[in-house]
C-alpha cells in the first residue's frame, strides 16, 4: 500500500539533507537483530563480529519488530546537517517520558507477547529508566560497531549529500527525488512511497528531511509520525564498496609518474572524500595525505570543496581518465 506526503509550495523550499550517526548506529544494530538482512552486510558483520558479541542487544530487539513500528523518540530526525553523535544521543536522554511511554507501548505492541514479557512491562512502568538504559546501549553500540568506521562511512554519506545536492540544482526537486530510490514517484505535489501500509501525511511548511544510510540497503525508510518531521532514509551511493579492501596497488606507469601512495589515492577517490578518511582507508599519517593531495591538486588531477566542517577532494576529468586508463590497462 502506498504511503502519500503532500507538499504545499512552503514544503519545496524547505527540504533538506543531514547526516546521522545515531541513525547509522540504530540501523547497524537492526542488522545484527534481523538475520534475513545479513547477506548483505557480511564484510562488515565479519568485522564487527567480537564487537558485537560484547553487547546485550535483548532490550533493543523487543523494540525492532520485522515488520512494524520503532519507536521514533530513540532517533529523532537529526536537528542540523552534521550533528555529533553526542548532541543526537542527548537529544534522546531528554525525550518527555509520556512520549517515550506512547511510543514503547506501540512498538512493544507489534511483537506479541512483547508488551507482557517482564521487560516490556519494565519499560512501561517506567519509561524514564527505559530511556536511560536505551540511551546506554546505543551508546555503546556506536563505540564497539561504528566509531572505529566513522570517517569512513562519514565521507561516503557525505559525498551523496554533495551529489544530491548537484542534482537539485541542475534538475530541481523532482530530478532529485527520483533518484533516490525506485519505490518514489513524484506527482501533483505529492510523493508516494510504494511497500508502505496505507498513509497520508500533509507536511504542513516543514519540508521533508533526506537522510543517507550505510545501512539500508535495499530498502528506503519514510518514516516518523507527528511531533517528528517527515523523513527519508535512503541508500547512500557508493556503499558497495564500503567494506571491500582498499584495491590492489596500481599500475606501473603510474606510480612511476606519482609515486605510490599520490597514485593509490588518486585511483581509489571512486568517490568525493576527505583528508580524515583517505587516511583511515589507506593506512597514512594525516599530514603525508594532505601534502599528497595538495601535488594532486596543483597538477590539475584533483578538486576540492569545502561540506560543512570538511573540505571534500574529488577527481577532475583529467584525474579521472588517468584512473579509469590505468584501470583498462591492468584489465
Same mark, same amino acid.
Given at each position: 500500500m502506498p504511503f502519500h506526503l503532500h507538499f504545499g509550495a512552503d514544503d519545496l523550499?524547505?527540504? +533538506?539533507?543531514?547526516v546521522s550517526p545515531l541513525w547509522e548506529t540504530q540501523e547497524a544494530v537492526r542488522i545484527l537483530l534481523q538475520p534475513h538482512r545479513h547477506s548483505y552486510y557480511l564484510p562488515w558483520l565479519r568485522?564487527? +563480529? !567480537?564487537?558485537? !558479541?560484547? &553487547?546485550? $542487544?535483548?532490550? *533493543? +530487539? $523487543?523494540?525492532?519488530? /520485522?515488520?512494524?513500528?520503532?519507536?521514533?523518540?530513540l532517533c529523532p530526525p537529526p536537528a542540523g546537517p552534521l550533528a555529533s553523535f553526542e548532541d543526537e544521543l542527548a537529544r534522546v536522554r531528554a525525550t518527555d517520558p509520556g512520549l517515550a511511554r506512547a511510543e514503547l507501548a506501540r512498538s512493544l505492541a507489534e511483537t506479541p507477547g512483547a508488551g507482557e514479557s517482564a521487560r516490556g512491562r519494565a519499560m512501561l512502568a517506567d519509561?524514564?529508566?527505559?530511556?536511560?538504559? *536505551?540511551?546506554?546501549? &546505543?551508546? /555503546?553500540?556506536?563505540?564497539?560497531?561504528? &566509531?572505529?568506521?566513522?570517517?569512513? *562511512?562519514?565521507?561516503?554519506?557525505?559525498?551523496?549529500?554533495?551529489?544530491?545536492? +548537484?542534482?537539485? !540544482?541542475?534538475?530541481g526537486l523532482e530530478r532529485l527525488l527520483a533518484g533516490l530510490h525506485p519505490s518514489l514517484s513524484w506527482a501533483d505535489g505529492t510523493l508516494t512511497v510504494d511497500h508502505r501500509a496505507d498513509h497520508e501525511r500533509t507536511l504542513d511548511g516543514e519540508g521533508v528531511l533526506l537522510v543517507p544510510s550505510a545501512?539500508?540497503?535495499?530498502?528506503?525508510?519514510?518514516?516518523?509520525?507527528?511531533?517528528?518531521?517527515?523523513? $527519508?532514509?535512503y541508500p547512500a551511493r557508493g556503499i558497495g564498496a564500503l567494506w571491500s579492501a582498499p584495491r590492489p596497488p596500481s599500475p606501473d606507469a603510474l606510480v612511476r609518474l606519482l609515486g605510490t601512495n599520490r597514485a593509490a589515492l588518486l585511483t581509489g577517490l571512486d568517490e568525493p572524500a576527505s583528508t580524515t578518511a583517505l587516511a583511515h582507508r589507506h593506512g597514512l599519517a594525516l599530514s603525508s595525505v594532505s601534502a599528497h593531495l595538495s601535488v594532486l591538486r596543483d597538477a590539475g588531477l584533483l578538486t576540492s570543496r569545502r561540506h560543512g566542517r570538511q573540505v571534500l577532494y574529488e577527481r577532475t576529468r583529467l584525474g579521472g581518465d588517468l584512473a579509469r586508463s590505468e584501470g583498462q590497462e591492468e584489465r
Open positions: 523550499l524547505r527540504c +533538506r539533507f543531514a568485522r564487527v +563480529r !567480537a564487537a558485537a !558479541a560484547r &553487547l546485550d $542487544l535483548a532490550p *533493543l +530487539r $523487543l523494540l525492532t519488530p /520485522r515488520r512494524g513500528y520503532a519507536p521514533d523518540f519509561p524514564a529508566a527505559a530511556v536511560t538504559e *536505551l540511551t546506554g546501549l &546505543l551508546e /555503546r553500540a556506536w563505540r564497539e560497531l561504528l &566509531l572505529p568506521e566513522w570517517p569512513r *562511512l562519514r565521507s561516503v554519506l557525505e559525498a551523496d549529500v554533495a551529489f544530491r545536492t +548537484r542534482q537539485l !540544482a541542475d534538475g545501512f539500508t540497503w535495499p530498502k528506503m525508510i519514510a518514516g516518523f509520525d507527528p511531533p517528528w518531521q517527515a523523513t $527519508l532514509v
